[in-house]
């Protein structure tokens, strides 16, 4: 499975910015799609994480009400709507696989793809 994350930019605090993550090569009925963010001297944390089959969701409390996860899966697409964009949200978000359901645990996932970097301006 590749995966191609793009979206990503610079946005003033308050702004939106709308991910994607395309798949592509084999892919599994029970696959979920995560994405996950990493700023600069901190770990990689979870965002938010969608199973393909079905369609639930599970966001972190951070960005709970202001990030949408959701899918195409006619064209193997995940997005990521972000709007109210803060500050801290600056970071380098990648997009993963998990072949069997969704987690929000980054050492589960078995595909990533190349981060896109999301720089919010105060």
């Known amino acids: 499975v590749q995966l191609q994350a793009s979206g990503g930019g610079l946005v003033q605090a308050g702004g939106s910015l709308r991910l994607s993550c395309a798949a592509s090569?084999?892919?599994?009925?029970?696959?979920?799609v995560g994405w996950f963010r990493q700023a600069p001297g901190k770990e990689r944390e979870f965002v938010a994480a969608?199973?393909?089959?079905?369609?639930?969701?599970t966001y972190a409390d951070s960005v709970k009400g202001r990030f949408t996860i959701s899918s195409d899966n006619a064209k193997n697409t995940v997005f990521l709507q972000m709007n109210s964009l803060k500050p801290e949200d600056t970071a380098l978000y990648f997009c993963?696989?998990?072949?069997?359901?969704?987690?929000?645990?980054?050492?589960?996932?078995?595909?990533w793809g190349q981060g896109t970097l999301v720089t919010v301006s105060s």
């Open positions: 993963a696989v998990r072949r069997l359901g969704s987690s929000t645990r980054k050492e589960l996932y078995d595909y």
């Open positions: 090569g084999r892919t599994f009925s029970t696959y979920a």
């Open positions: 969608i199973r393909m089959s079905g369609g639930s969701t």
